[in-house]
T-cell receptor
Framework: GQNIDQPTEMTATEGAIVQINCTYQ??????LFWYQQHAGEAPTFLSY??LDGLEEKGRFSSFLSRSKGYSYLLLKELQMKDSASYLCAVLDSNYQLIWGAGTKLIIKP | IAGITQAPTSQILAAGRRMTLRCTQDMRHNAMYWYRQDLGLGLRLIHYSNTAGTTGKGEVPDGYSVSRANTDDFPLTLASAVPSQTSVYFC???????????FGQGTRLTVV
């Protein structure tokens, strides 16, 4: 079966750096997305990786290793507004998005 | 304001009733999707449409139907609601199947 694994919950301190990992086992691979979802709101797009390596976008970076079936989202200079769930999703061989259950990130002052 | 709109925002529905959740986008996106989101589970695809006039089944299609008569609208119908369909439903659209998706604000549905 297809599977996306992420930690259920993480806690970090304001101003620090946190890395949220995502491992996947899917039938084929056509890209990996990260979305942010604040409580009670809709998911919003953060990043898309289809090639190996690091993509940097401001305070957020996303890394992909296709050979290891692994990605991470790196958040720097954490702010209280970064408290949210972070969703990892993989586009499989049929171009269907397979979603992880999300990682709830709690930021403490 | 360009975007994707869902209606209603929330609904309490008696079991056995028929219900249509509405979704409209004005971004001229080709692809549209319906997801349900349940606590502890990832978003699960119910139905999708890659272009107007075509639809496909996702991971959890049973009990739901969709239509895509034009580019903008993608309604989701529950023919006879059951309590297990209590969930938050998100409609989304994307320009193509491998580009970022834009989500509506969600519909919180409770079937009693």
């Amino acid at each position: 079966g297809q599977n996306i694994d992420q930690p259920t919950e993480m806690t970090a301190t304001e101003g620090a750096i946190v890395q949220i990992n995502c491992t996947y086992q899917t039938s084929g691979f056509n890209g990996l997305f990260w979305y942010q979802q604040h409580a009670g709101e809709a998911p919003t797009f953060l990043s898309y990786n289809v090639l190996d390596g690091l993509e940097e976008k401001g305070r957020f970076s996303s890394f992909l290793s296709r050979s290891k079936g692994y990605s991470y989202l790196l958040l720097k200079e954490l702010q209280m507004k970064d408290s949210a769930s972070y969703l990892c999703a993989v586009l499989d061989s049929n171009y269907q998005l397979i979603w992880g259950a999300g990682t709830k990130l709690i930021i403490k002052p | 304001i360009a975007g994707i709109t869902q209606a209603p925002t929330s609904q309490i529905l008696a079991a056995g009733r028929r219900m249509t959740l509405r979704c409209t986008q004005d971004m001229r996106h080709n692809a549209m999707y319906w997801y349900r989101q349940d606590l502890g589970l990832g978003l699960r695809l119910i139905h999708y449409s890659n272009t107007a006039g075509t639809t496909g089944k996702g991971e959890v299609p049973d009990g739901y139907s969709v239509s895509r008569a034009n580019t903008d609208d993608f309604p989701l119908t529950l023919a006879s609601a059951v309590p297990s369909q209590t969930s938050v439903y998100f409609c989304a659209s994307s320009d193509s199947i491998n580009t970022e998706a834009f989500f509506g604000q969600g519909t919180r549905l409770t079937v009693v």
